[in-house]
């Protein structure tokens, strides 16, 4: 029982991949609050662990509802005294190409997918920070990080949840807070009709869950983006090429297309601690150069 006493809240966890994920947790000994937009649903689920000889509560509401999270949070916290885990899994889709996509539907897959994550981790941050222990898991997408037809609102929410990931383990690493991204591929509501019918019977989402197990530990990493589907697991990661110096000069733009192949070579390049860590590259390089001129 590893997360014994531990106590998590799994978003979107009244079916497909989120209800996985809330009996994974459970099984492994966490308390579980298991959050859905529909009551009977996470009722359900929590009814299942409770079954199984777990503790678990149902809270019913949606991710965007700023009031409603904080008053989750709250009953949560009045129960268990803490939280020690968020599971920000909710998600939508509105899948169509960007021609013929409204911003209505981009807005609406944005809101659930980026700012109830937001506004989850806000809901839980304080809390966290207080009793300097905290794991949050963003879910990010393949169609995020890589593109996919058809999902530009879908994948832009995705890859800004691993900018929030970045930024927000930063600044929990003193409090004892890590965060980081599960990217899954199951078969689910979300993916039916997406994938061929013989990679969705492959597609377990039961086989993705094992997948928070080393995300919420005790020794958890943080900033890791973590992908899993099929029982298949590997690591993604953001990286900076080591690059080139070209100087100014009005034909900088032409140099830059003759030294892009340079420019691109993955050879050196490495997964930054920080953003400025690309400014203090660039400076350093500068300044290197300079001073090699005036030694010439």
Same mark, same amino acid.
């Given at each position: 029982?590893?997360?014994?006493?531990?106590?998590?809240?799994? $978003?979107?966890? =009244?079916? =497909?991949?989120?209800?996985?994920?809330?009996?994974?947790?459970?099984?492994?000994?966490?308390?579980?609050?298991?959050?859905?937009?529909?009551?009977?649903?996470?009722?359900?689920?929590?009814?299942?662990?409770?079954?199984?000889?777990?503790?678990?509560?149902?809270?019913?509401?949606?991710? $965007?509802?700023?009031?409603?999270?904080?008053?989750?949070?709250?009953?949560?916290?009045?129960?268990?005294?803490?939280?020690?885990?968020?599971?920000?899994?909710?998600?939508?889709?509105?899948?169509?190409?960007?021609?013929?996509?409204?911003?209505?539907?981009?807005?609406?897959?944005?809101?659930?997918?980026?700012?109830?994550?937001?506004?989850?981790?806000?809901?839980?941050?304080?809390?966290?920070?207080?009793?300097?222990?905290?794991?949050?898991?963003?879910?990010?997408?393949?169609?995020?990080?890589?593109?996919?037809?058809?999902?530009?609102?879908?994948?832009?929410?995705?890859?800004?949840?691993?900018?929030?990931?970045? $930024?927000?383990?930063?600044?929990?690493?003193?409090?004892?807070?890590?965060?980081?991204?599960?990217?899954?591929?199951?078969?689910?509501?979300?993916?039916?009709?997406?994938?061929?019918?013989?990679?969705?019977?492959?597609?377990?989402?039961?086989?993705?869950?094992?997948?928070?197990?080393?995300?919420?530990?005790?020794?958890?990493?943080?900033?890791?983006?973590?992908?899993?589907?099929? =029982?298949?697991?590997?690591?993604?990661?953001?990286?900076?090429?080591?690059?080139?110096?070209?100087?100014?000069?009005?034909?900088?733009?032409?140099?830059?297309?003759?030294?892009?192949?340079?420019?691109?070579?993955?050879?050196?390049?490495?997964?930054?601690?920080?953003?400025?860590?690309?400014?203090?590259?660039?400076?350093?390089?500068?300044?290197?150069?300079?001073?090699?001129?005036? $030694?010439?």
């Amino acid at each position: 029982m590893p997360l014994k006493e531990r106590v998590a809240i799994v $978003t979107g966890a =009244g079916g =497909g991949l989120g209800r996985q994920h809330a009996l994974y947790l459970a099984g492994k000994g966490a308390r579980v609050v298991v959050n859905d937009l529909a009551p009977e649903a996470a009722e359900a689920v929590a009814g299942e662990i409770r079954a199984g000889g777990g503790e678990a509560m149902a809270i019913a509401g949606s991710v $965007t509802d700023e009031a409603g999270v904080a008053a989750m949070v709250a009953q949560a916290i009045d129960a268990w005294r803490r939280i020690d885990i968020l599971v920000n899994n909710a998600g939508i889709l509105r899948d169509r190409s960007f021609a013929k996509m409204s911003l209505h539907e981009f807005r609406q897959v944005v809101d659930v997918h980026l700012m109830g994550a937001a506004i989850c981790s806000k809901a839980v941050w304080e809390s966290m920070r207080a009793q300097g222990y905290g794991r949050i898991v963003m879910t990010t997408s393949s169609s995020g990080l890589y593109g996919n037809f058809g999902q530009a609102n879908y994948g832009a929410a995705k890859m800004a949840l691993v900018g929030l990931m970045q $930024t927000l383990a930063i600044e929990g690493a003193k409090y004892g807070i890590r965060v980081n991204c599960l990217a899954p591929t199951a078969s689910t509501g979300m993916t039916a009709g997406v994938l061929p019918e013989e990679s969705l019977r492959a597609l377990d989402p039961a086989l993705v869950s094992p997948a928070l197990l080393p995300l919420v530990g005790e020794d958890a990493p943080t900033r890791a983006i973590l992908c899993a589907g099929a =029982g298949h697991f590997a690591r993604a990661y953001v990286t900076l090429t080591e690059g080139r110096h070209l100087g100014a000069g009005a034909d900088a733009g032409e140099r830059l297309i003759a030294q892009w192949d340079a420019v691109s070579d993955p050879v050196g390049q490495i997964v930054p601690e920080y953003g400025f860590t690309q400014a203090e590259r660039e400076v350093a390089s500068a300044n290197a150069n300079a001073n090699t001129a005036e $030694t010439v």
